[in-house]
Protein backbone atom coordinates (compact mmCIF):
# COMPACT_ATOMS: atom_id res chain seq x y z
CA UNK A 1 0.00 0.00 0.00
CA UNK A 2 1.26 3.42 -0.87
CA UNK A 3 2.09 5.89 2.03
CA UNK A 4 1.58 9.45 1.85
CA UNK A 5 2.79 11.25 -1.16
CA UNK A 6 3.80 15.04 -1.36
CA UNK A 7 4.92 16.67 -4.55
CA UNK A 8 7.32 18.57 -4.34
CA UNK A 9 9.76 17.63 -2.14
CA UNK A 10 11.67 20.70 -2.64
CA UNK A 11 11.24 24.23 -4.16
CA UNK A 12 12.64 27.32 -3.89
CA UNK A 13 11.12 30.84 -4.28
CA UNK A 14 11.29 34.41 -4.28
CA UNK A 15 9.59 36.33 -1.85
CA UNK A 16 6.14 37.82 -3.21
CA UNK A 17 5.56 35.03 -5.05
CA UNK A 18 2.96 32.07 -4.34
CA UNK A 19 2.88 28.07 -4.20
CA UNK A 20 0.69 25.40 -4.72
CA UNK A 21 1.78 21.94 -2.34
CA UNK A 22 0.03 18.87 -3.38
CA UNK A 23 -0.58 15.76 -1.00
CA UNK A 24 -1.77 12.39 -2.23
CA UNK A 25 -3.22 10.54 1.22
CA UNK A 26 -3.01 6.78 1.83
CA UNK A 27 -6.09 4.91 -0.43
CA UNK A 28 -9.01 5.07 1.45
CA UNK A 29 -8.19 7.98 3.70
CA UNK A 30 -10.41 10.72 4.09
CA UNK A 31 -8.65 12.76 6.27
CA UNK A 32 -5.79 15.50 5.22
CA UNK A 33 -4.20 17.86 8.03
CA UNK A 34 -1.23 19.61 7.03
CA UNK A 35 1.48 20.63 9.51
CA UNK A 36 4.33 23.54 9.09
CA UNK A 37 7.50 22.48 10.34
CA UNK A 38 10.16 25.41 11.31
CA UNK A 39 13.52 25.49 13.52
CA UNK A 40 11.43 28.43 15.31
CA UNK A 41 8.42 27.75 15.94
CA UNK A 42 8.60 23.26 15.95
CA UNK A 43 5.53 21.69 14.47
CA UNK A 44 2.43 23.91 13.74
CA UNK A 45 -1.13 22.91 12.46
CA UNK A 46 -2.27 24.81 10.03
CA UNK A 47 -5.52 22.71 8.54
CA UNK A 48 -7.05 19.38 8.44
CA UNK A 49 -9.55 18.81 5.39
CA UNK A 50 -12.37 15.63 5.92
CA UNK A 51 -14.78 14.87 2.55
CA UNK A 52 -13.38 18.16 0.83
CA UNK A 53 -14.74 20.33 3.78
CA UNK A 54 -12.20 22.37 5.86
CA UNK A 55 -12.66 21.07 9.69
CA UNK A 56 -10.26 22.66 11.34
CA UNK A 57 -7.89 25.58 11.05
CA UNK A 58 -4.66 26.93 13.18
CA UNK A 59 -3.59 30.19 13.61
CA UNK A 60 -2.02 31.42 10.70
CA UNK A 61 -2.46 34.40 8.36
CA UNK A 62 -5.33 34.32 5.45
CA UNK A 63 -2.33 33.91 2.83
CA UNK A 64 -2.57 30.09 3.76
CA UNK A 65 -4.96 28.11 1.67
CA UNK A 66 -6.11 24.71 1.45
CA UNK A 67 -8.80 22.31 -0.63
CA UNK A 68 -9.29 18.71 -0.97
CA UNK A 69 -10.73 17.13 -4.06
CA UNK A 70 -13.62 14.67 -4.49
CA UNK A 71 -10.57 11.87 -4.19
CA UNK A 72 -9.37 13.21 -0.68
CA UNK A 73 -6.05 14.48 -2.51
CA UNK A 74 -5.51 17.67 -1.47
CA UNK A 75 -3.50 21.33 -1.98
CA UNK A 76 -2.55 24.03 0.06
CA UNK A 77 -1.24 27.57 -1.04
CA UNK A 78 0.73 30.02 0.02
CA UNK A 79 0.28 33.81 -1.66
CA UNK A 80 2.59 36.91 -1.05
CA UNK A 81 5.46 34.43 -0.17
CA UNK A 82 7.98 35.94 2.90
CA UNK A 83 11.32 34.52 3.93
CA UNK A 84 9.19 33.46 7.32
CA UNK A 85 7.45 30.82 5.14
CA UNK A 86 10.66 28.68 4.37
CA UNK A 87 9.90 25.56 5.94
CA UNK A 88 9.29 21.69 6.02
CA UNK A 89 5.29 21.37 4.86
CA UNK A 90 3.98 18.24 6.06
CA UNK A 91 0.87 16.70 5.21
CA UNK A 92 -0.56 13.86 7.45
CA UNK A 93 -3.94 12.09 6.28
CA UNK A 94 -5.59 8.85 8.15
CA UNK A 95 -9.36 7.25 7.71
CA UNK A 96 -10.82 9.91 9.67
CA UNK A 97 -14.66 9.91 10.69
CA UNK A 98 -17.28 12.50 10.71
CA UNK A 99 -16.58 13.59 14.66
CA UNK A 100 -13.05 12.39 14.49
CA UNK A 101 -12.05 9.05 15.73
CA UNK A 102 -8.22 9.57 16.04
CA UNK A 103 -7.01 6.91 13.54
CA UNK A 104 -3.30 7.02 13.52
CA UNK A 105 -2.35 9.84 10.83
CA UNK A 106 0.48 8.75 8.38
CA UNK A 107 2.59 11.69 7.31
CA UNK A 108 4.47 11.59 3.86
CA UNK A 109 7.80 13.21 3.91
CA UNK A 110 7.34 16.81 3.06
CA UNK A 111 8.15 19.65 1.05
CA UNK A 112 10.67 21.94 1.81
CA UNK A 113 10.15 25.29 0.98
CA UNK A 114 12.75 27.55 0.99
CA UNK A 115 12.08 31.75 -0.21
CA UNK A 116 15.18 33.52 -1.03
CA UNK B 1 -6.33 24.80 25.78
CA UNK B 2 -4.34 21.44 24.91
CA UNK B 3 -0.37 21.40 25.26
CA UNK B 4 2.35 18.98 25.99
CA UNK B 5 5.86 19.71 26.80
CA UNK B 6 9.12 18.06 26.16
CA UNK B 7 11.79 18.28 28.93
CA UNK B 8 15.32 18.15 27.41
CA UNK B 9 15.57 18.98 24.14
CA UNK B 10 18.62 16.56 23.28
CA UNK B 11 18.90 13.14 25.05
CA UNK B 12 23.13 11.32 24.61
CA UNK B 13 22.73 7.80 25.90
CA UNK B 14 25.24 4.91 24.99
CA UNK B 15 24.10 1.77 23.00
CA UNK B 16 22.42 -0.47 25.23
CA UNK B 17 21.35 1.92 28.16
CA UNK B 18 18.06 2.67 29.26
CA UNK B 19 16.31 5.66 26.76
CA UNK B 20 13.79 7.59 28.83
CA UNK B 21 12.37 10.56 26.96
CA UNK B 22 9.89 13.20 29.08
CA UNK B 23 6.61 14.42 28.06
CA UNK B 24 3.96 16.20 29.94
CA UNK B 25 0.48 17.41 28.74
CA UNK B 26 -2.13 19.60 30.05
CA UNK B 27 -5.55 18.90 28.27
CA UNK B 28 -9.05 19.95 30.28
CA UNK B 29 -10.70 16.64 28.76
CA UNK B 30 -9.66 12.92 28.73
CA UNK B 31 -6.68 13.16 26.14
CA UNK B 32 -5.19 11.50 23.28
CA UNK B 33 -1.34 11.24 23.53
CA UNK B 34 1.39 10.11 20.55
CA UNK B 35 4.67 9.65 20.11
CA UNK B 36 6.47 10.13 16.98
CA UNK B 37 9.80 9.80 15.69
CA UNK B 38 11.70 11.69 12.44
CA UNK B 39 14.86 10.57 11.05
CA UNK B 40 16.57 13.30 9.13
CA UNK B 41 14.89 14.72 5.51
CA UNK B 42 11.71 11.88 6.30
CA UNK B 43 8.07 12.98 8.08
CA UNK B 44 6.90 11.80 11.05
CA UNK B 45 6.22 7.97 11.93
CA UNK B 46 3.87 6.81 14.94
CA UNK B 47 5.94 4.87 17.26
CA UNK B 48 2.77 4.31 19.79
CA UNK B 49 -0.56 6.19 20.83
CA UNK B 50 -2.77 6.16 24.37
CA UNK B 51 -6.57 6.30 23.74
CA UNK B 52 -7.33 5.38 27.56
CA UNK B 53 -8.02 1.55 26.71
CA UNK B 54 -5.01 0.67 28.89
CA UNK B 55 -1.83 3.11 30.56
CA UNK B 56 0.70 1.20 29.65
CA UNK B 57 1.15 1.48 25.76
CA UNK B 58 3.70 -0.40 23.41
CA UNK B 59 4.72 0.89 20.36
CA UNK B 60 6.90 -0.29 17.85
CA UNK B 61 10.53 -0.75 17.55
CA UNK B 62 10.67 -1.87 21.44
CA UNK B 63 9.12 1.42 22.79
CA UNK B 64 6.66 2.04 25.29
CA UNK B 65 5.42 4.58 27.05
CA UNK B 66 2.88 4.26 30.64
CA UNK B 67 0.27 7.44 30.79
CA UNK B 68 -0.03 8.69 34.51
CA UNK B 69 -2.59 10.91 35.12
CA UNK B 70 -1.81 12.24 38.44
CA UNK B 71 1.63 12.98 37.62
CA UNK B 72 0.16 14.08 33.97
CA UNK B 73 2.92 12.95 32.29
CA UNK B 74 3.52 9.99 29.04
CA UNK B 75 7.40 9.47 29.63
CA UNK B 76 8.61 7.01 26.64
CA UNK B 77 10.88 4.26 27.76
CA UNK B 78 13.41 1.41 25.85
CA UNK B 79 15.26 -0.75 28.04
CA UNK B 80 17.90 -0.92 25.40
CA UNK B 81 19.20 2.01 22.91
CA UNK B 82 20.26 0.57 19.36
CA UNK B 83 22.12 3.31 17.31
CA UNK B 84 18.98 3.53 14.71
CA UNK B 85 17.44 4.90 17.52
CA UNK B 86 18.56 8.16 16.73
CA UNK B 87 16.04 10.62 15.84
CA UNK B 88 14.11 13.59 16.79
CA UNK B 89 11.11 12.37 19.05
CA UNK B 90 8.27 13.70 19.29
CA UNK B 91 4.93 13.64 21.95
CA UNK B 92 1.96 15.29 20.63
CA UNK B 93 -1.67 15.42 21.89
CA UNK B 94 -5.52 15.79 20.45
CA UNK B 95 -8.24 16.19 22.05
CA UNK B 96 -10.12 13.52 19.95
CA UNK B 97 -12.90 15.27 18.09
CA UNK B 98 -10.61 16.09 14.95
CA UNK B 99 -7.02 15.29 14.09
CA UNK B 100 -5.78 18.20 14.69
CA UNK B 101 -2.50 17.29 16.68
CA UNK B 102 -0.61 19.72 19.31
CA UNK B 103 3.08 18.93 19.47
CA UNK B 104 5.91 19.17 21.87
CA UNK B 105 8.90 20.74 21.07
CA UNK B 106 10.60 17.56 20.07
CA UNK B 107 13.62 15.88 22.03
CA UNK B 108 16.71 15.04 19.78
CA UNK B 109 18.21 11.84 20.65
CA UNK B 110 21.60 10.85 20.37
CA UNK B 111 23.15 7.41 20.35
CA UNK B 112 26.99 6.75 21.59
CA UNK B 113 28.89 3.02 20.63
Known amino acids: KAGVTQTPRYLIKTRGQQVTLSCSPISGHRSVSWYQQTPGQGLQFLFEYFSETQRNKGNFPGRFSGRQFSNSRSEMNVSTLELGDSALYLC???????????????FGDGTRLSIL | AQSVTQLGSHVSVSEGALVLLRCNYSSSVPPYLFWYVQYPNQGLQLLLK??????LVKGINGFEAEFKKSETSFHLTKPSAHMSDAAEYFC???????????FGTGTRLQVFP
Open chain 1, 92 to 106: ASSLGALTGSNQPQH
Open chain 2, 92 to 102: AVSDGNTDKLI
Open chain 2, 50 to 55: YTSAAT
